[in-house]
């Protein structure tokens, strides 16, 4: 459509309308996190083989969803320094693992943050607060600590967090 003076106020109008409702939408999906906000943690339904196989074999083999694709890249450049491991991998096994990760990252992230650790977003912090999770349960030995999902998630190796699958350890 060309610009004239007869069309541009439906123009302005429509990028005015068009930008309140972004705002209010990225408003809306990162207010409470602050745009820190797992999008799709259930596992894919098509999962990576060599991930599951790899990043099991130390600790759960954590949904891509909980975290922002720039995380995930941040993570899997840093394998050799792993939390404490050398988690090195082939450089194709690097590149198929994060290819993975990426492409199912979480779809609702729209904050500048990338925390290295699904235990430093603001969404995990806000859901594991003092007054969701009482602080014995953290030195229970069954726990170890807040990267232990499955401790308390019953069904965290599928990927599934929600509060109807929580049984705190005794």
């Known amino acids: 459509m060309a ?4 069309n541009l ?5 429509a990028a005015v309308f068009a930008l ?3 705002m209010s939408a990225a ?5 409470k996190y602050g745009g820190e906000n797992r999008g799709k943690p259930l596992q894919p339904a098509q999962v990576n083989a060599k991930w599951q196989q790899e990043c099991s074999s ?6 891509p969803g909980l975290m922002s694709a720039d ?3 941040k993570v899997m450049e840093g394998l050799d320094k ?3 491991t050398d988690a090195s991998l082939t450089s194709e096994e690097n590149k198929e693992i994060t290819d993975f ?3 199912n990252a979480s779809n609702r992230w729209s904050a500048s943050t990338a925390p290295l650790k699904i235990t430093e977003a603001a969404w995990f912090k806000s859901e594991h607060d003092a007054r969701e999770v009482p602080p014995a349960v953290w030195q229970n030995p069954l726990v170890k600590s807040p990267a232990t999902c499955q401790a308390c998630h019953t069904q965290a190796e599928r990927g599934d967090f929600s509060e109807r699958n929580i049984k705190l350890p005794k």
């Open 82 to 84: 792993h939390f404490g």
């Open 58 to 63: 130390c600790h759960i083999a954590y949904a």
């Open 20 to 22: 309140g409702m972004t």
């Open 9 to 13: 106020s439906p123009i302005l109008a």
């Open 27 to 31: 408003q809306a999906d990162g207010g």
């Open 3 to 6: 610009i004239n003076s007869k």
């Open 71 to 73: 995380s995930w890249r």
């Open 101 to 103: 990760l990426v492409k």
